[in-house]
């Protein structure tokens, strides 16, 4: 079964720490994203990549950076954590297809608690 | 992207079909229409997704009208395990990295 593993489900972190939240997949997808939800929000995208190294900013990138050092895994990092970073962060995957079924699949999700 | 508007909620008996309604009146000719769900303390999960036809899966049936400005997907047999938020995503298929904007999308209760 493919799968998509956030290395943890829950996190709580003290302001001004750094934090790096890590997404691997299995299923040698070119692409990754990484998403935060929040209620009455939706999920919101902060960053993706296309590609190992490659990485472009989503809707909300501030505060945020993130890491493709290999296919599989894409890191986000939080460089000074802040209050209104708690939230549910969400990491997906999706294969370049060319036109076949294209579905993200996504991770179960780190709920990370800021205080 | 084109915008997508859902009903906030919806409840459906269960063993009734569920259907649940998405506008997308700026939807342009070569954007597609995806439909995910969320289910509580998960993350959301891939259903369904066509471009003009109609489609099936095993999952649920997508219905596209003929102007493409509106879609419902249908879950023909609901059961308890279909509680889940529904999402109604437009988008443009590159074949990259070709981002989903998710919107707040449409709450099913199923209920006995």
């Known amino acids: 079964d493919v799968k998509v593993t956030q290395s943890s489900r829950y996190l709580v972190k003290r302001t001004g720490e750094k934090v790096f939240l890590e997404c691997v997949q299995d299923m040698d997808h070119e692409n990754m994203f990484w998403y935060r939800q929040d209620p009455g929000l939706g999920l919101r995208l902060i960053y993706f990549?296309?590609?190992?190294?490659?990485?472009e900013k989503g809707d909300i990138p501030e505060g945020y950076s993130v890491s493709r050092e290999k296919k599989e895994r894409f890191s986000l990092i939080l460089e000074s954590a802040s209050t209104n970073q708690t939230s549910m962060y969400l990491c997906?995957?999706?294969?370049?297809?060319?036109?076949?079924?294209?579905?993200?699949?996504f991770g179960s999700g780190t709920r990370l608690t800021v205080v | 992207d084109a915008k997508t508007t859902q009903p906030p909620s919806m409840d459906c008996a269960e063993g009734r079909a569920a259907n649940l309604p998405c506008n997308h009146s700026?939807?342009?000719?070569?954007?597609?229409v995806y439909w995910y769900r969320q289910i509580h303390s998960q993350g959301p999960q891939y259903i369904i997704h066509g471009l003009k036809n109609n489609e099936t899966n095993e999952m649920a049936s997508l219905i596209i009208t003929e102007d493409r400005k509106s879609s419902t997907l249908i879950l023909p047999h609901a059961t308890l395990r279909d509680t889940a938020v529904y999402y109604c995503?437009?988008?443009?298929?590159?074949?990259?990295?070709?981002?989903?904007?998710f919107g707040t999308g449409t709450r099913l209760q199923v209920t006995l």
């Open positions: 990549s296309y590609d190992v190294k490659m990485k």
């Open positions: 997906a995957s999706s294969i370049y297809s060319g036109g076949a079924r294209d579905g993200y699949t």
């Open positions: 700026t939807i342009s000719g070569n954007e597609y």
């Open positions: 995503i437009v988008r443009l298929y590159t074949g990259t990295a070709s981002k989903l904007t």
